[in-house]
């Protein structure tokens, strides 16, 4: 039998070069910090996030009266409710709520994916449970990452290369593409000390230089929740209240 | 002092993201083939190379009377002299001559970079001669990989990954974007046979069924031609008789 393909997309500009399979599953990662954010407020309970391209669309949704986030450059775009940092979907506020969010990368690699059939949202803070539910579903796998300004970032990278791991943990996968084996053999040299092997990069010195170093360290803490947030119809659900919703 | 930049661009799909900066050198790589047979045909006395992307433009200048060389997924279109394998640019035929060449990726990746300043054709086979043109030049450096309809290629990145360590052996440089940075981790994993490494790359596997593992072995060679091929005016010279003809 032939083994499931895994690909690594390293930048939003090359996701029309390798979709072509509707049925595959693909994940959207931007590890600093728009999809760990993600992850971090299903795991504090929010009920759905509304991911949106534009600061625009964002400011529509903030007068309607929804809790809005809006992050450009690492920083939070002023006058809405918060922005990217995990630290800030960690409150009651937001429990059972409705948020929408727009980030410089991330939300816009959600958006290149629309009309796939399935996209689900990737960090470290995650990636067990990811790699769990990609491994059951069976279906080849695609990795979309965020990058900076459609430029390869080495954090995303970073976690493809976890994630490929993960997944050929079952035998079943084993149709790497040239990119989805790099992404393997950077992990592999990193993932002793992801902090310190970041060290040289470009995003992680750009959120450093905001003094998000507690960020940081966070999105780096791995397989700490187990939600497996999905994209369905404009919505960012978590999968198990999709699944029982349906 | 700042240090001069590195970037990598890891598909031509990329160029326009990382391009900006007028005044950077922007090699452009195609280990299997394309550059690896360039700087092979300069190497053994081709006067100039006429890159050109498609093989309608390719098939006006063979009406013309020009010796032409057309690949397309590895192999010679019909009709024409020759592909892109570097023993083909070896005999007395080519010395003196003008050869026109359309390829899968590498003109085109060429093609994306017209309107650069300086274009410098890179390949194994001319590392060590073209990381000191660089050197000694005083500029910055965008690496173009051509990879492989748009996607990333593992042998194109490791070039990459070798020319980024030769260049930091010069102090000037070490301002690298995460892309430099990643492809010289690669190469670094890598490096100590890079042909075994490559055996479950991609394009490595297509040009294998091809019966092309001559090919292979061949443009893995480091460092054997000391020629430096550079795009001026629509046309590939030799760096050297471009200057004394300038």
Redesign the interface.
Known sequence: MEKRKIE?S??P??FS??YHNPECNVVVVDVFRATSAMCTAFHHGVKEIIPVATVEEAISYKKEGYLVGAERNGEVVEGFDFGNSPFSYMGDEIKGKTIVLTTTNGTKAIAIAKGVNEILIGSFLNLSALAEYLIEDNKDVLIQCAG???????ED?LFAGALVQKLLESSDFGN????A??AS??Y??AKDDLYKFLE????RNRLKRLNLDDDIRFCLEVSKFSVVPIFKEGVLVEKNEFVSAS
Do not use: I, Q
């Open positions: 690594v390293l930048s500009a090359l070069s390798y900076w300004k459609n430029r390869f970032n080495m990278t790497l593409a040239d990119s084996v790099a053999h950077l592999e040299v040289k990069s470009s995003h």
